[in-house]
């Protein structure tokens, strides 16, 4: 037997189990076999056995079953990211839950921020969640209530009136719709940005105005623009069945 471990790779491959010199039996042959052939490798854990007896390997087999129960459990410890659900959600959407209103922790779920764009796009998803006001049809999803995230136009207190309109360049994004439609109605230059993060940092700087959620004015950086419409972007939770 030879055997080698390591800590920082622990993904394995079933066990392999055999009568010596043969190839891979039925159940009914290998109850009548009298030595076995046991092979368990995981990345950097590799056990080989060759001709044991049949009850040293019915044996050795049980303890390899056993090991490799107790390695999930030690990867599921040591990486414990791995064991929470995963959920995909809108970017702004995220800041919102979490941050804002704090219905969301980082410890619910393995969080992916996907675009509008993507999500719209998603086919054959198998994530526990989908939080997003994207247009997101699947048929293994269960749609929760609607809610709504209050927007609005915003600026830096300190702006200049001239400022260009920022729009963020998903195409299915609620928001650059919204943001397009009031650029059509009114007498402003547009700039599209593909970054959230980016947008509201250029707004905060007095670089740009951008329909961002109302929230983001409660730390006094940014402010409502007079005279323009504030909208409730609806959004669900859709949960995997």
């Known amino acids: 037997m030879t055997s080698r471990f390591?800590?920082?790779s622990m993904n394995c491959t079933p066990l392999t189990l055999?009568?010596?010199?043969?190839a891979l039996p039925n159940q009914t042959s290998l109850r009548g076999c009298k030595a076995w052939s046991v092979n368990l490798t995981c990345s950097s854990f590799t056990v080989v056995t060759r001709h044991y007896p049949h009850q040293a390997g019915t044996e050795f087999y049980a303890y390899a079953t056993a090991a490799?129960?107790?390695t999930a459990r030690l990867r599921a410890h040591l990486h414990p990211d791995n064991a929470r659900p995963q959920a995909i959600i809108s970017t702004l959407l995220f800041n919102y839950l979490t941050s804002y209103r704090h219905v969301l922790s980082l410890q619910d779920y393995q969080?992916?921020?996907?675009?509008s764009t993507a999500i719209h796009t998603l086919t054959n998803t198998r994530v526990a969640t989908v939080i997003t006001y994207a247009q997101f049809q699947?048929?293994?999803y269960q749609p929760g209530p609607l809610h709504y995230l209050p927007a609005m136009f915003l600026r830096a207190p300190s702006a200049t009136p001239s400022l260009p309109l920022l729009i963020n360049s998903d195409q299915q994004c609620p928001f650059r719709a919204r943001s397009l439609h009031f650029a059509a109605h009114h007498p402003?230059?547009?700039q599209a940005?593909?970054?959230w993060a980016a947008i509201i940092n250029l707004v905060r700087a007095g670089q740009g105005v951008a329909l961002l959620p109302a929230y983001l004015t409660q730390d006094d950086t940014l402010t409502r623009i007079p005279g323009t419409p504030g909208y409730r972007v609806p959004y669900r939770t859709y949960t995997r069945q």
């Open 138 to 140: 699947q048929p293994d």
């Open 6 to 8: 390591s800590a920082n």
């Open 193 to 195: 940005i593909d970054s």
């Open 18 to 22: 055999r009568p010596a010199h043969s």
């Open 111 to 115: 969080y992916q921020l996907l675009s």
């Open 188 to 190: 402003v230059t547009t």
């Open 68 to 70: 490799l129960k107790a």
